[in-house]
Every structure is written in C-alpha cells, then in structure tokens.
C-alpha cells in the first residue's frame, strides 16, 4: 500500500451487518416508544435530526452488534502494514464514535453531526477535502456510495449485487469484493418462525369440541387460520426487533434470523405491517364482523405485550395464556358456533399452566447461567419457585375442570360413552406433570407448545387423548 493511502470504511452493513439506524429505532421502541415519537418530530429538520434524537436517547451496546468479519480482517491486516484506517459513516457521531472504541481498529471517526448526514456526495467531498482525491480506499456497500468509490482509488465492496458491482467498476475500475452478496430464504423463513402456526390449530377446537359438521364452519375456521398465522408471523417479527439485545444476549435466541443479522432489520421492519395487513384481509373473507374484532383484539395485545406487559411479571403470563385462549374465541367468532363455557375454562388454566411453564423455562437458564434475572423481562433467580407452583397448579385446575365438565349435563348430550372421558384426567395429569420436570430440568423448548409437538412423549399422550375421546363418541349398535 502506498504510505499515504488511507482506508475509509463505512459502518452500516459494510463493518457491521445491521444499520444502525434501525438498531437505535428498535432500540428506542423497546425502552420507550412515546420517545420514537417525539424523535420522528425531528425528521422535520432532517435525517441527520433524526439520528442524533435517535442516538442521544437509544442505547446501541457495540459489544452485542453483529460485525463482518472479513471487514474486521481486512482492516487489521491494513492496520499491521502501517496504515491509517478511517470509519466514515451517515450514522450519527455519538453512536460511531462508541463502536469504533469498541472495535479499536480505527485513527478516526466522522460521522453524522445532526446537521450534515454523512452519506453519499457528502461523504465523497468530506474524504476528498480531508484525504484528496485518490489517497484512500474506501470499503462500502451500496449504490449510495458511488460516489465515494468514484472518488476513492480503489473500491472494496461489502455485499454488493453484480449489477452494482458493474456499475462500481465502470466508475472506479480496480474492485474488490470482500463479502460476496448472500440471500438466505430458509432465514426468512425461520422468522416467519412457521412452527409456531401449530398453534393456530387452536381455532379449530370450537368445532371439534361442538362436533360441528357444516363445510361453511370448516372453511371459515381455516381462512381464521390462514388469518392468525400471517398476524402471528408479524407479531414474531416485532418482537424480535424489540427484543434485539435480549435475544443477542441469550444462549439460544441469539441466532434467531434478525438478531444474528441473517434477515436485515429494515427487512423486518417492512414485513411485520404488511403480514398484519394480509392477516386482516384475509380475515375479512370469512364474512364475521366478530371475527375481525377478536383478530383485532389479538393484534393490540401482542403489540401491548411486546412494547410493555413483557416485563410485567406475573402479568406477562396471564397475557400469554389470554393470547392462546384467544384462539379458541376466533374459532369460534368465524364458524359462528356459540363457545362452551366449559371449553372456556378449560383453555384459560391450561395455557396459564404453559404460559408458566414458558417462563419457568427462561429462569432455570438464568439460574444455570449464574444470572440474577431475566434478561428483558420481570422475574428474578429466586421467583423460579413461585412460578413452577404456578405453571402446576394452573395445570391441576384445568383437569379439575374438565372433571367437573364430565359431572355435567352437557356432556351427555355430545358422547354415547361419557365415562369414558375420564380416561382423558389422568393422561392430563401425567402430561402437566411431566412439562413442568422437564422444564425444572433445563430441557424445556423456549415454547412449550412447539416442545410437545416434538416431544414423543406428549405425542402418545395426544393419540392416547384422541383414542379416548373417539371410544366415548363412537356409538355402539
């Protein structure tokens, strides 16, 4: 390298995989969201306003930033040559000056200054007036830094497409691609997280539980599917954005797709709203009003719950168990089938029992990790007791409802066989049991639902549940 010759290098998606921008955004959202609000006010000055709002009420930990490793190489290997290194960046000073300490790679940092936004023409004049034109190598990303790469003597590309790439090497000539450009579908689609659309199979247990048999119920029962799990896939999304530094500082939720940077967050940002716009337009094929006014109820909750009842402990699992039990309400708004209260119950202390269970499972992993609380949420090392007799007593209610159901009338008018049915509180009971060991023992999925589903266990259980069931309605001549 010539002694002179200085490497700039910009920060978002080019040292870092992510954008600082929506990190700060999403940052500020989780901690506050009436200050995202008051930070838009300060687009009406300009986006380097808005960064610097941003930046001065966002906390972005640099140590927990998903950063490019060959960028961190090449830098160093720079750095070792005798080389001075520059990270120029549209992000917002405060927030580059932080990262670059952090990085320790860097003689210099210029960022945003809440006037000028650093990027593109900008940015080419500020390194040309500093450096001179042709005195540095500039390391970037995109078609915003044209410019710069023009004016730099070498260009070296992060990620880049080969139409940009070409569009590079027609201004700049010698290139050089340090990170070829990766697309990941199986990523994208694991953020749509589609294993936890099983749990949209609950919107059928209206019907099952009714012995319904119309088509029309049927097919309003699977658009109301269709319609949850789109509104679900969009709930996961923003809470993974407002969850960003809880989950990059978990054991198993850091690689989650847009906490590990496999899907960009203004990729996810842009999917949430229009999965919650195809859930409410497919909801409204189904034709009930009171449908879209339980799928509506559903969406503020899960926002509520993802901005705020989150960290409110004990209440966060009653949310959670409400979430499910909401499920059942739109089976049963869709096919328009009245709701057993009995039906109702039952669902309301069995999902209390899972939502517990979920939250037992988090702080066996705070007490394993030698933490003191829950990272993101409410609860302490020491709550671990109270919340196991939560998750088993919530579990031994619902049995002692459905043995009160099997007491009733009611059921005499839906089975041939109801004593039957008594065969199902034992193998609730072992079930209920067994999830809360499992989960005392650190081996619990972070989601109970999706656990029991892959779990053999509770696989023989559900089949052995099912048999009883159809031996109790099954009438013999």
């Given at each position: 390298?010539?002694?002179?010759?200085?490497?700039?290098?910009?920060?978002?998606?080019?040292?870092?995989?992510?954008?600082?921008?929506?990190?700060?955004?999403?940052?500020?959202?989780?901690?506050?969201?009436?200050?995202?609000?008051?930070?838009?006010?300060?687009?009406?000055?300009?986006?380097?306003?808005?960064?610097?709002?941003?930046?001065?009420?966002?906390?972005?930990?640099?140590?927990?930033?998903?950063?490019?490793?060959?960028?961190?190489?090449?830098?160093?290997?720079?750095?070792?040559?005798?080389?001075?290194?520059?990270?120029?960046?549209?992000?917002?000073?405060?927030?580059?000056?932080?990262?670059?300490?952090?990085?320790?790679?860097?003689?210099?940092?210029?960022?945003?200054?809440?006037?000028?936004?650093?990027?593109?023409?900008?940015?080419?004049?500020?390194?040309?007036?500093?450096?001179?034109?042709?005195?540095?190598?500039?390391?970037?990303?995109?078609?915003?830094?044209?410019?710069?790469?023009?004016?730099?003597?070498?260009?070296?590309?992060?990620?880049?497409?080969?139409?940009?790439?070409?569009?590079?090497?027609?201004r700049s000539g010698d290139v050089e691609a340090l990170v070829l450009p990766s697309f990941e579908p199986r990523a994208y689609l694991?953020?749509?997280?589609?294993?936890?659309?099983?749990?949209?199979?609950?919107?059928?247990?209206?019907?099952?539980?009714?012995?319904?048999?119309?088509?029309?119920?049927?097919?309003?029962?699977?658009?109301?599917?269709?319609?949850?799990?789109?509104?679900?896939?969009?709930?996961?999304?923003?809470?993974?954005?407002?969850?960003?530094?809880?989950?990059?500082?978990?054991?198993?939720?850091?690689?989650?797709?847009?906490?590990?940077?496999?899907?960009?967050?203004?990729?996810?940002?842009?999917?949430?709203?229009?999965?919650?716009?195809?859930?409410?337009?497919?909801?409204?094929?189904?034709?009930?009003?009171?449908?879209?006014?339980?799928?509506?109820?559903?969406?503020?909750?899960?926002?509520?719950?993802?901005?705020?009842?989150?960290?409110?402990?004990?209440?966060?699992?009653?949310?959670?168990?409400?979430?499910?039990?909401?499920?059942?309400?739109?089976?049963?708004?869709?096919?328009?089938?009245?709701?057993?209260?009995?039906?109702?119950?039952?669902?309301?202390?069995?999902?209390?029992?899972?939502?517990?269970?979920?939250?037992?499972?988090?702080?066996?992993?705070?007490?394993?990790?030698?933490?003191?609380?829950?990272?993101?949420?409410?609860?302490?090392?020491?709550?671990?007791?109270?919340?196991?007799?939560?998750?088993?007593?919530?579990?031994?209610?619902?049995?002692?409802?459905?043995?009160?159901?099997?007491?009733?009338?009611?059921?005499?008018?839906?089975?041939?066989?109801?004593?039957?049915?008594?065969?199902?509180?034992?193998?609730?009971?072992?079930?209920?049991?067994?999830?809360?060991?499992?989960?005392?023992?650190?081996?619990?999925?972070?989601?109970?639902?999706?656990?029991?589903?892959?779990?053999?266990?509770?696989?023989?259980?559900?089949?052995?549940?099912?048999?009883?069931?159809?031996?109790?309605?099954?009438?013999?001549?």
């Amino acid at each position: 390298m010539a002694d002179d010759v200085v490497l700039a290098v910009d920060l978002d998606r080019t040292l870092i995989k992510s954008d600082i921008l929506y990190e700060s955004f999403w940052a500020l959202a989780a901690a506050s969201i009436w200050r995202v609000f008051i930070a838009l006010f300060a687009l009406l000055r300009g986006k380097a306003a808005f960064k610097a709002s941003l930046s001065r009420h966002a906390i972005v930990d640099p140590a927990m930033l998903k950063y490019n490793r060959a960028v961190i190489d090449y830098v160093r290997h720079w750095r070792e040559g005798g080389g001075r290194t520059v990270l120029v960046t549209a992000t917002d000073q405060r927030v580059a000056s932080a990262i670059a300490e952090h990085v320790g790679l860097f003689d210099e940092v210029h960022g945003s200054d809440g006037t000028r936004n650093l990027k593109g023409s900008a940015k080419a004049a500020f390194l040309t007036d500093r450096f001179g034109a042709g005195n540095f190598d500039y390391v970037g990303d995109s078609s915003a830094d044209l410019p710069v790469w023009q004016a730099a003597r070498r260009a070296l590309s992060v990620g880049v497409p080969s139409s940009l790439g070409r569009r590079i090497a027609s201004r700049s000539g010698d290139v050089e691609a340090l990170v070829l450009p990766s697309f990941e579908p199986r990523a994208y689609l694991r953020a749509l997280r589609p294993h936890q659309w099983l749990k949209n199979l609950l919107v059928f247990l209206p019907l099952v539980a009714a012995h319904a048999h119309s088509v029309s119920a049927w097919l309003a029962a699977g658009l109301a599917f269709v319609s949850f799990s789109l509104v679900a896939s969009g709930v996961y999304l923003l809470n993974d954005l407002l969850d960003l530094a809880a989950d990059r500082a978990h054991p198993r939720k850091r690689n989650r797709p847009l906490a590990s940077g496999a899907v960009p967050l203004e990729h996810g940002t842009l999917l949430a709203p229009l999965l919650f716009l195809g859930g409410i337009a497919v909801g409204a094929l189904t034709g009930r009003i009171e449908f879209l006014g339980v799928l509506s109820l559903y969406m503020v909750v899960t926002m509520a719950y993802s901005l705020h009842l989150k960290r409110r402990p004990v209440i966060d699992i009653c949310v959670l168990a409400g979430l499910y039990t909401v499920r059942v309400l739109a089976g049963a708004a869709a096919a328009d089938i009245p709701l057993s209260v009995w039906l109702l119950a039952f669902s309301i202390f069995l999902f209390l029992s899972l939502a517990a269970v979920k939250r037992q499972a988090e702080l066996v992993d705070v007490m394993k990790s030698g933490r003191l609380s829950a990272s993101g949420r409410g609860y302490h090392a020491e709550d671990l007791p109270i919340v196991t007799m939560m998750a088993i007593a919530a579990g031994y209610v619902s049995v002692l409802v459905m043995a009160l159901y099997l007491d009733s009338m009611a059921v005499g008018e839906l089975y041939a066989h109801p004593l039957l049915l008594w065969g199902v509180c034992p193998v609730l009971l072992y079930w209920i049991s067994r999830m809360a060991l499992i989960a005392h023992r650190g081996g619990m999925h972070d989601d109970p639902i999706v656990f029991a589903v892959r779990d053999q266990t509770s696989r023989f259980c559900g089949v052995a549940v099912l048999l009883v069931v159809l031996a109790a309605t099954v009438k013999i001549a």
